[in-house]
């Protein structure tokens, strides 16, 4: 498994440098550039290119590459076209920001999905399976910032339960924890509703296999056969879809980010997209990229501790 | 036992519900206590700042901050746009060339260097010097010479006559900053000490917050406000919710949607007033058919600007110059030039210009809100006169290449004035020299590039607002821009947050704030 787990690892490295070389190849051949929004719309035509000089945009662009390669190498993630501050800081505070938001709302999206997809699929066609059901259509098909501003003007504005925006960067705090409230639920919400939609096919079509039959047959209680023998079984595409959910609340979070006014790593690489701050953008999507292949990686070990007929060798 | 399993797992989540909704209950409690604690300040912005020094930027979000940190030689008067000494005790003009410039004394930079005529020099060479990549240098690009005969005089010699030095002089991209403070660190980062102004930069979350602090020792009287926020919100509709709630204290530039739920709140005030910006549609000289005047006034012709304005909720204001209402060059009788809305003639002038049947365009525009709503409206207008318009939407970076690039046939665009200036506006869109950066109408006419130079040079200051008010009628009569609309500012504070005064470039200041 170590082996494994390491081999994994070092398949990062060229994983890593596709994502760099394909961002900065993007970044150069979309139009627009950095030293032209510094600039503004007012500039001149030696203001542009004073800051073109000093951005090091006026090299060839091989030269801009491999030169932010080798800072990368190093561990120097380089400084922010726009705003000169070392990127692998701006990240740093931002990641956790993110990074909090995303276990958040992971864990209300699991708590969430799995209960109401376990008791509808224990209660097949009963109302409260086709409550969860039709909820969960409309979790999956409303979008996050349609909950996030209707959330706010219910417990915000109106009844004045919730703070608005920010967050401190300190989820385990009473003040992070409820400023994260509100977006965790929004972002959760969704993702709930797919992990519910999950559980419950997944362990429809469990609970009519033999074993079960033969479970109850011998009069092991319902709660045991559901939880036990077959939510078990069934947890391998729980676990895959909450994997991906998670690597999808990573970087899919800029919009509850900006709802709700939290300075978050989606909305940062929003920010560096527009403003064409290749550092930044660079930096933030090595980190986002990294992120996902670690949870994939997460995902996997899971499968073998969940299910003992996966092995890695 | 099915049942109990069912209404088990049901309760445990209510119970958490309830728990959650009481835990933030107390919470929020606390907050509504913090944010009625005296004299503080927060101001929600859409954007975070570029950075804190005067020097090395040029966005509003930054220059909001600057304002309160820094100080400039001149300030333009909120009320009556007349430019007036801040750090400056007067001037003279001894030759169309040479501006000498008399500070005031006692001042200290809030670092305790003391603001004399060498900070002033300092602040300029760094701004001159290519190697600082000011966005703004050329503010200063008439300057040759800086001299400083003694402690509290400067004389700024300039090549050719500069007859907006004065304004530019108000220009919060010319604000002085220590030398001490710029030599010994970044600045742009962290700004502390580094201003005469009066709150000092405190802290700065990038994407966050910046947050500036009073500075007891203020040469103008301490402020009353103990600390100003400056909180990143990026989300409109969650700005407004802020300060409905008291979150944040006050917001500018609320568009037209929001506007009437701010109006209806009787904790919020809103100002709105009659602002310098202009939204219009403007035209590539260098493809065809947009050289051909007789195009351009058909244009003019078939756009009904009353229409549209009317969907602004009073976010807009019909006059048909080029120069604006609330500009220096603007004069009332340019309301009689222009094209007023005829259908008819624009057909009969299209058919004039060689066009009887119409021909296709590209109109390129930012795709931010304002243009996203105008573009469809000109191209369904332009579609009654047989003009077949393709709209050409792009991301702000791209719009700004494609443009400057000569690449766009017609396009939308903003101009607002900081300086509150008509020059500030000429030169940079229509003078020749400024072809493949600013001036994006490529519009190269040695007559207008004359007259703009006027209005650039000219030292008698009524002699060079006379030639404002020619170039106005010449370019609109030229219909070098449809001016669409111009702009009304907007502001909506807490009730108890009093003192702030907007003006009509969008700006504030927060010197004679205070809170009830």
């Given amino acids: 498994m170590v082996k494994y787990i390491f081999k994994r690892l070092i398949q990062l490295i060229p994983v890593l440098i596709g994502v760099s070389i394909a961002v900065f190849l993007m970044i150069y051949l979309i139009p627009g550039n950095a030293a032209e929004i510094i600039a503004g719309p007012t500039a001149t035509k030696e203001e542009i290119q004073n800051i073109t000089v000093k951005l090091g945009l006026d090299k060839p662009a091989y030269i801009q590459y491999l030169k932010y390669m080798s800072g990368v190498l190093k561990g120097d993630l380089g400084y922010s076209f726009q705003t000169g501050q070392a990127v692998s800081k701006a990240i740093a505070v931002r990641y956790v920001n993110t990074l909090s938001l995303a276990i958040f709302s992971a864990l209300i999206s699991i708590i969430l999905g799995v209960t109401t997809g376990i008791i509808a699929a224990a209660k097949r066609n009963s109302w409260f399976d086709r409550l969860c059901m039709g909820i969960s259509t409309f979790g999956i098909s409303a979008p996050s910032f349609w909950i996030g501003l209707l959330l706010i003007v219910v417990f915000g504005v109106k009844l004045k339960l919730l703070p608005i ?71 391998i595409p729980i676990i895959t879809i909450v994997g991906i959910n998670f690597g999808g609340l990573l970087g899919g979070a800029v919009v509850v980010e900006s709802v709700f006014a939290i300075n978050g790593i989606g909305r940062l690489m929003v920010q560096a997209i527009s403003a064409r701050d290749f550092p930044m953008i660079q930096g933030s999507v090595l980190m986002v990229a990294f992120t996902f292949v670690i949870i994939n990686l997460i995902v996997d070990i899971l499968y073998a501790a969940i299910d003992p007929r996966i092995q890695y060798n | ?54 020097i090395l930027t040029n966005d509003s979000a930054s220059s909001a901050v600057i304002r309160t940190v ?53 602040t300029f060479e760094k701004i001159l010097d290519p190697k600082t990549a000011s966005p703004r240098a050329s ?46 660190g970044d600045i742009n980062k962290n700004a502390k000490g580094a ?31 103990d600390s100003i926020t400056f909180k990143v919100v990026p989300e409109m509709a969650t700005a407004v919710s802020m300060v409905e709630t008291g979150e944040a204290d006050m917001l500018v530039g609320i568009p037209p949607e929001h506007l009437e739920r701010l109006k209806n709140n009787a904790d919020v005030e809103v100002t709105q007033l009659q602002g310098n910006s202009v939204t219009y549609l403007g035209f590539n000289f260098e493809k065809k058919p947009f050289d051909n005047l007789k195009v351009r006034q058909a244009i003019e012709h078939a756009i009904n600007r009353d229409e549209y304005i009317s969907t602004l909720n009073g976010l807009g204001i019909r006059s048909n110059g080029i120069i604006g209402p609330k500009l220096i060059g603007y004069n009332s009788e340019i309301e009689s030039h222009g094209y007023k809305y005829d259908v008819e003639k624009a057909k009969a002038l299209l058919a004039e210009a060689g066009y009887p049947s119409g021909f296709k365009a590209t109109l390129t525009y930012g795709n931010t809100d304002t243009y996203n709503k105008i573009a469809p409206f000109i191209q369904a207008q332009l579609k009654k006169i047989n003009i077949d318009v393709t709209l050409n939407p792009m991301d702000w970076a791209a719009y700004l290449s494609y443009a400057k690039s000569g690449k766009a046939e017609m396009y939308l665009g903003g101009w607002s004035n900081v300086t509150g200036d008509g020059e500030e506006l000429l030169y940079p869109q229509f003078f020749s020299g400024n072809i493949g950066a600013s001036n994006y109408a490529r519009y190269n006419n040695p007559e207008a590039d004359a007259l703009i130079l006027k209005t650039r040079e000219t030292i008698d200051q009524n002699q060079r607002v006379e030639y404002l008010r020619q170039a106005n009628i010449k370019f609109t009569d030229d219909v070098l821009w449809v001016p669409l609309y111009h702009g009304v500012v907007t502001m909506a504070v807490r009730k108890n947050l009093k003192g702030i005064e907007l003006e009509s470039n969008g700006e504030f200041r927060f010197n004679k704030a205070y809170k009830e």
């Fill in chain 2, 139 to 184: 503010l200063l690009k008439s300057v040759d010479k800086i001299e400083t005969p003694d402690e509290y005089t400067v004389v700024l010699h300039t090549k050719t006559p500069y007859g907006i030095m004065l304004t530019a002089l108000a220009h919060d991209n010319l604000s002085i900053v220590s030398p001490k403070a710029d030599k010994a």
């Fill in chain 1, 165 to 235: 925006s920010g967050f401190n960067g300190k989820i385990w705090t009473a003040d992070g924890f409820i400023h994260l409230l509100m977006p965790a639920i929004t972002l959760g919400f969704g993702s709930s509703a797919m992990i519910s939609r999950m559980t419950r096919s997944s362990l429809l079509e469990i609970i009519h296999q033999d074993y079960i039959q033969t479970a109850r047959a011998k009069g092991v209680k319902e709660k045991i056969v559901i939880l036990k023998h077959a939510l078990k079984n069934a947890l």
């Fill in chain 2, 1 to 54: 036992m099915k049942k109990n399993f069912l209404s088990k797992t049901i309760s445990i989540f209510l119970v958490a519900v309830i728990t959650a909704a009481l835990f933030a209950g107390c919470g929020s409690e606390t907050s509504k206590n913090s944010s009625s604690a005296p004299q503080k300040i927060t101001y929600v912005s859409m954007t975070d700042a570029v950075g804190l020094s005067p």
């Fill in chain 2, 195 to 225: 201003g005469t102004g009066p709150y000092i930069f405190e802290e700065w979350v990038p994407g966050d917050h910046i947050t500036v602090v009073k500075n007891k020792d203020y040469w103008g009287g301490a402020p009353k406000i």
């Fill in chain 2, 70 to 122: 820094y100080e400039t030689l001149f300030m333009r008067d909120p009320k009556t746009g007349e430019i007036k000494p801040l750090l400056a005790e007067g001037y003279e003009n001894p030759d169309p060339n040479t501006w000498i410039i008399k500070l005031k004394k006692n001042i200290k930079f809030q670092d305790g260097t003391p603001f004399n005529s060498e900070a002033v020099k300092y």
